[in-house]
């Protein structure tokens, strides 16, 4: 089955600490993409990052890492010095052949609330 | 700016009635797509096209048509069939109809029936 799992409901922490977002995946493909979105209050998704299945190297982007593991299926997302405008919720998604290779699933979502 | 809009934010329906969602982009994308979000839940894919005058159903297109007349537009009615239409409505277009490809999302459309 193809399934994206993001186990953490919501999360809070105060402002500068740092903060991982787990999520893990189910696929049969052997070629694969994974992204995260943000989704601000405003309700849109943000596009965040995207992974294809043969980069394992992790990627640091300002205060935002993305650890690709496919050992552990699993493409977790920290933030480090977290600030009040890093409050949203956040999405795994996964996209390959078994999927439709056109669609994309998305994970339930973590809530992050990062207070001041 | 290029981009995709939604309209309108808010709608109201009363039961029994159609109503139809407006998505707009300017992105040039070949790819569109219609999704619809519940509290605590991900996104889940209602339409897509990947093409104009092409679309195909998603996991959950029952109660819901849509059009792809334009490349530039593709509206979502959400007929008087779904039984339950109240949520948060997604619209998002891709370069190409590819998994490769990340999409850009419209600010979204809260749909209420009363």
């Known amino acids: 089955a193809q399934k994206v799992t993001q186990a953490q409901t919501e999360i809070s922490v105060v402002e500068k600490e740092d903060v991982t977002l787990d999520c893990v995946y189910e696929t049969r493909d052997t070629t694969y993409y994974l992204f995260w979105y943000k989704q601000p209050p405003s309700g849109e998704l943000v596009f965040l990052i995207r992974?294809?299945?043969?980069?394992?190297q992790n990627e640091i982007s300002g205060r935002y890492s993305w650890n690709f593991q496919k050992s552990t299926s699993s493409f977790n997302f920290t933030i480090t010095a977290s600030q009040v405008v890093d409050s949203a919720v956040y999405f795994c998604a996964l996209s390959g052949v078994y999927t439709g290779g056109f669609k994309t699933i998305f994970g339930a979502g973590t809530r992050l609330f990062v207070k001041a | 700016d290029g981009g995709i809009t939604q309209s309108p934010k808010y709608l109201f329906r009363k039961e029994g009635q159609n109503v139809t969602l407006s998505c707009e982009q300017n992105?040039?994308?070949?790819?569109m797509y219609w999704y619809r979000q519940d509290p605590g839940q991900g996104l889940r894919l209602i339409y897509y096209?990947?093409?104009?005058?092409?679309?195909q159903k998603g996991d959950i297109a029952e109660g819901y048509s849509v059009s792809r007349e334009k490349k530039e537009s593709f509206p979502l009615t959400v007929t008087s069939a779904q039984k339950n239409p109240t949520a948060f409505y997604l619209c998002a277009s891709s370069i190409l109809a590819s998994g490769s490809n990340e999409q850009f999302f419209g600010p979204g459309t809260r749909l209420t029936v009363l």
């Open positions: 096209s990947q093409i104009v005058n092409d679309f």
């Open positions: 992974r294809n299945s043969f980069d394992e």
């Open positions: 992105l040039n994308h070949d790819a």
